[in-house]
């Protein structure tokens, strides 16, 4: 049979062979497509990032050190401070130009959606439901490195800004830059140890929770601010409010009502991860509209799914992986090609880049300290939680790079800082195995 | 506490007003950066995507048709057949020409993910354990369509095609893309109705998982031909080879050990993730980098994990939905984009693209129906799954847009294809009905 259908090709193909076709005009350019190769190159990039990224990673936990570290390292190592410096030919290969964008979106898209995640794993119940005191304690956490940071300003600005960016802005984004804390990594490790339930535990839950909800309100104020004109701040500012007050007025009950019955049902189908795409993609591009970042749509809308419904665990699985896996990487990697470490050439800049470290680590250590101890916490365990808050992660990366976009960071400055959250994250690990001993300090590696 | 750092602050802002900045240089350019606003107008694009696809897929479920072909539609009607000819200003604004290229690699890597599933769903076993008669059959199902599209070469060539593509390139592509079954559909309606396990079941669903690794074949031939130098062809052939060689030699027996570990481990963590992103973007790099698509890369990864693995249930969950959801109608908006209704503007060119549809759904119903009986099904499911095969959907697509991509067809003869493949996708849920009646046609609909 087959031979039969090959001869009968053969016969169609001996005809056909003398047939003319229209001359070829010149070709057609399809604006949908990319230039040829692209595609080729972006998967190339993608599968560098993630081998460079695992593998640091894998490293770094081999050296009892958290892999977040190692990847993050990885990316600044893809980027023009070392494989652009050391193998351009390589570099230039992996990470050509016209691919660079690729990955910034496909970083950003990622990132989006880990804000989103990052909100559907806030625990809104625990701000709810605690006590002012808490509040006031964990404002303390925030204020002291808050301060320091806008402080420093006053010594970098004249260094390190241009007069294109106001002093306010500057200042602020600086104060931000150093009260970050990781939420994420915070309250994993809580759960992971059982502390979330106990009454010390909640408190401190709370408290990051706190930090974490006030310091993107501070970003979201700076983004507003950092338009020049004060008629458009007004505007900005107010039209945040109106939204933040559809998203938690409106589209919470609908989250809930939605929640509800996707559990009453049992789950299932493809309509959830629909909702959250829609409504995360829809917030998404209003909060571009309004002048302040993508992201923090698309974590409001993660804040309002309820946190311990059926709905929230399926979304999480069905996108947690891809996006811790191949998603963030990217964004490591984003974040390493726009990191010059080549810029901090003289002695006096790494100079001020120590002081940034010491500032940011000693401010946020010693103020998340006291807060814990404040909240009942035994010393050893409330310096063990400072040590834990001083970790910025990629949440202090995301902050930079938009500080990067709004151009209130030059780029000698936003290579500082990214070098500052790589150190302070660095040191959390000795710091705990320092206060805890070996075996507690092992179960937090594992989760950070 | 607030007012006390509220005032300190102002204090440093008030010291800080007075220092003065360098003045700010040439805006330093950031090479991993996209245009400014290009992300926004990214999410805008997804947004409207996805609304669009999805509305229009529900609609179709309205009026007993499968949401796929809403989704198809929903793509053209984005595109410049109707979006652009009729609201030009809309559509600038939703998909200018600089956002299109992200949707394209998105669209493009969203494919490559679904093309592993794909593999991943398909169950070698069936292949292996059947009799060589089943085979024997279900090629007799694809060698109908696939030499009467050939033979339409004869007649299409001089009036479609360019004297810059050989005549067997053409001959071999159009009698792909006659022969193409949409094969997930398919087995997804056979085991909802419990038919997989049964002899008939089972023997249909092998011919399905033949036809599609064959047509797969094919395409991988066309493509390698399509590159013209002769000594090209054959290295491209035999690296091609020595690749498949590789993967069902070395990579099937370490992908049978991992998903054999991962169960006795009960699942979980990220690393499976990792290691099926990493397998899948390497095989697309390599066969991108050996001449034939990384599709195939991607597909051949996937049918390697066992079928019927907690790693093959687990990836399958974690991917699926964000594909399906998002990544898919991106994929027919990327189509869309390249469908120009507009270039068939001749009555005679309408009459071609109807001798096309009917070519195509006659050679494949008449074709798949007989190979039906022959494997012993009674005549009216032999004709209902004759109608089933007709159904090319998404892998259609897939072909068309490869095509496109070679130059082998033209932007004329892609539009026909494209209406061809909506259209045979399209009829059949009314086949189905008048066939089956409405009860059982239902349930093959729901799950199109």
């Known amino acids: 049979?087959?031979?039969?259908?090959?001869?009968?090709?053969?016969?169609?193909?001996?005809?056909?062979?003398?047939?003319?076709?229209?001359?070829?005009?010149?070709?057609?350019?399809?604006?949908?497509?990319?230039?040829?190769?692209?595609?080729?190159?972006?998967?190339?990039?993608?599968?560098?990032?993630?081998?460079?990224?695992?593998?640091?990673?894998?490293?770094?936990?081999?050296?009892?050190?958290?892999?977040?570290v190692g990847e993050m390292i990885a990316?600044?190592?893809?980027?023009?401070?070392?494989?652009?410096?050391?193998?351009?030919?390589?570099?230039?290969?992996?990470?050509?130009?016209?691919?660079?964008?690729?990955?910034?979106?496909?970083?950003?898209?990622?990132?989006?959606?880990?804000?989103?995640?990052?909100?559907?794993?806030?625990?809104?119940?625990?701000?709810?439901?605690?006590?002012?005191?808490?509040?006031?304690?964990?404002?303390?956490?925030?204020?002291?490195?808050?301060?320091?940071?806008?402080?420093?300003?006053?010594?970098?600005?004249?260094?390190?800004?241009?007069?294109?960016v106001p002093f306010t802005v500057f200042a602020l984004l600086l104060g931000v830059a150093m009260?970050?804390?990781?939420?994420?990594?915070?309250?994993?490790?809580?759960?992971?140890?059982?502390?979330h339930t106990s009454r010390l535990g909640a408190v401190a839950l709370a408290c990051a929770a706190v930090d974490d909800v006030t310091?993107?309100?501070?970003?979201?104020?700076?983004?507003?601010?950092?338009?020049?004109?004060p008629a458009r701040v007004l505007m900005t500012l107010l039209l945040t409010a109106v939204f933040i007050a559809a998203v938690f007025l409106i589209l919470s009950p609908v989250a809930r009502w939605y929640a509800g019955r996707y559990s009453r049902r049992g789950g299932g189908g493809q309509d959830a991860m629909l909702v959250a795409c829609a409504a995360l993609l829809l917030a998404s591009v209003v909060t571009e509209g309004i002048g302040i970042q993508a992201l923090f749509g698309a974590f409001l809308v993660g804040v309002i799914v309820p946190h311990d419904s059926l709905l929230a665990r399926d979304l999480v699985q069905r996108l947690e992986d891809l996006v811790v896996v191949l998603f963030l990487p990217a964004f490591f990697v984003f974040t390493g090609l726009r990191t010059q470490i080549g810029l901090i050439h003289r002695w006096s800049d790494w100079g001020v880049c120590l002081v940034i470290i010491l500032v940011a680590s000693l401010s946020k250590f010693l103020s998340g300290a006291a807060a814990a101890r404040l909240t009942g916490l035994r010393w050893r365990q409330a310096l063990s939680l400072g040590a834990l808050m001083n970790a910025r992660g990629l949440v202090e990366l995301i902050v930079l790079n938009l500080g990067l976009d709004l151009g209130v960071l030059t780029p000698t400055l936003f290579t500082m800082l990214v070098i500052m959250a790589v150190a302070t994250t660095l040191m959390t690990a000795p710091a705990l195995n320092a206060l805890l001993g070996e075996r507690e300090a092992a179960l937090m590696e594992q989760t950070l």
């Open 75 to 164: 990316g600044i190592l893809l980027g023009p401070s070392l494989l652009g410096r050391f193998a351009p030919a390589a570099f230039a290969f992996v990470l050509p130009a016209p691919v660079a964008p690729y990955i910034s979106v496909l970083a950003q898209v990622g990132v989006i959606l880990y804000m989103f995640l990052m909100g559907v794993e806030l625990d809104t119940g625990l701000l709810r439901n605690r006590a002012h005191t808490s509040i006031a304690i964990s404002h303390a956490s925030i204020l002291g490195p808050f301060l320091l940071g806008s402080a420093l300003a006053l010594w970098l600005y004249p260094l390190y800004s241009t007069s294109a």
């Open 179 to 195: 009260s970050i804390t990781a939420f994420p990594v915070l309250a994993r490790i809580l759960s992971d140890r059982g502390m």
């Open 1 to 68: 049979m087959l031979a039969g259908a090959g001869s009968l090709f053969a016969v169609i193909r001996l005809i056909g062979l003398h047939l003319a076709a229209p001359a070829a005009g010149a070709p057609s350019s399809s604006a949908a497509t990319a230039a040829p190769g692209t595609l080729a190159h972006v998967l190339l990039a993608l599968l560098v990032i993630l081998i460079a990224a695992h593998s640091v990673g894998a490293l770094f936990r081999l050296l009892h050190q958290p892999p977040v």
């Open 215 to 229: 310091a993107w309100c501070l970003l979201a104020f700076v983004v507003s601010v950092a338009h020049a004109q």
